[in-house]
């Protein structure tokens, strides 16, 4: 089981003195997971709001993060194709596998956003086919060939990418959390899987990895053979009680942030079963149950034994949230050293399920 750390960029007032120093925290949790022996580091891509919006581009902050760090491997989580011109996607991240040392793991995705898609004056409908469309540029960009491109949504003529990637054969992860073909397609084409636990049920979770992983063996791969990462938000305290205390109110802020960017009919049959999680934020929601289902947050004992539950579904990476809202700094970095103390001792070594 590896694990990484997922940056969530939410800066508001009252989260840090200022953006800038907001940046420095960040840097600095990405320093202590580099040397504590965190295999990844992930950061988002969002537009437009404060919920996640800090980072409109994650190759910016990933490209001064490959010069401070030395052993973890850094990627988009994801990047979000459709809102870019893929040919300054595959420009961006092959400068960060160079400055890196070839340390790139790619992770794309459609977005799921309705106001992301406003904003870029893009039909919801069409996104997934952006999708598969930009990025089969991006892999012949990064394959060295000189060629044209005439699809449905992008044209160019006859060229060739520089720079290149350093690494001949970049990781791809594929985001996948609601929309059945975002798993299928990523199962077919061999790419690995990066899912976010906090919206779905366990079992709704369970599923839609299933779907993945029958497109994956349908396909002729082994079984076994994929590699797949599950974020959660990450909190560690002596007691369940005092973990829940301590994480609720950046937790239910996060949902209401969920709930208000899926206002009114922007809901849709895609994100079925995923309002759930409001009803553990209600007054008289079950707060400690939805902990217990959909994070890592709790005791050492109690995150150990939920990781367990992800590895043994085949799962191979973790991904935690550690630093958002009313969680600080001061926090996090508790966290991360009893995580690495107490709970990471237990996996390191230790394979996923078949």
């Not at 969002?46 to 052993?71: C, D, M």
């Not at 994801?78 to 991240?93: F, V």
């Not at 005439?150 to 992860?173: A, E, R």
Request: proline share 5%.
């Amino acid at each position: 089981m590896k694990f990484g750390l997922f940056m969530l960029p939410c800066f508001r007032e009252g989260v840090a003195p200022s953006l800038a120093d907001f940046y420095d925290e960040m840097s600095e949790l990405v320093a202590v997971a580099d040397t504590t022996g965190w295999e990844r580091l992930w950061i988002s891509e969002h537009h437009f709001h404060y919920y996640g919006g800090a980072s409109p581009n994650p190759a910016v902050q990933l490209a001064a993060w490959a010069r401070e760090t030395k052993h973890i491997r850094l990627g988009p989580a994801i990047s979000l194709t459709p809102l870019r011109n893929p040919l300054h996607i595959a420009e961006d991240y092959a400068v960060v596998d160079q400055l890196s040392g070839g340390r790139l793991d790619f992770g794309i995705g459609r977005g799921y956003l309705p106001h992301e898609f406003a904003g870029h004056n893009l039909d919801p409908e069409q996104v997934s086919a952006m999708r598969e469309e930009g990025f089969e540029i991006i892999r012949r960009a990064w394959s060295g060939e000189t060629f044209a491109y005439d699809g449905d949504h992008y044209s160019f003529p006859k060229l060739k990418l520089y720079p290149l990637p350093l690494q001949d054969n970049v990781p791809i992860w594929v985001g996948a959390s609601r929309t059945r073909d975002s798993f299928e397609w990523a199962g077919r084409e061999g790419f690995n899987i990066m899912m976010n636990q906090y919206p779905m049920k366990p079992e709704d979770a369970r599923e839609r990895f299933g779907w993945y992983l029958d497109a994956w063996k349908d396909s002729g791969r082994a079984e076994g053979s994929h590699e797949a990462m599950m974020s959660v938000f990450l909190h560690i305290a002596d007691t369940e009680e005092e973990a829940v205390a301590e994480a609720k109110r950046a937790v239910q802020e996060h949902a209401n942030l969920f709930r208000l960017l899926f206002s009114g009919d922007q809901w849709n049959e895609d994100y079925a079963g995923d309002e759930s999680v409001f009803d553990f934020l209600a007054p008289d929601g079950d707060i400690a149950r939805m902990f217990r289902e959909r994070t890592c947050i709790g005791t050492p004992e109690q995150v150990i034994e939920r990781i367990e539950r992800y590895r043994d579904w085949g799962f191979t990476e973790m991904s935690f949230i550690v630093r958002t809202g009313e969680i600080g700094q001061d926090q996090a970095l508790r966290t991360m050293e009893r995580f690495n103390n107490e709970v990471a001792p237990a996996f390191r070594g230790k394979q996923a399920a078949g």
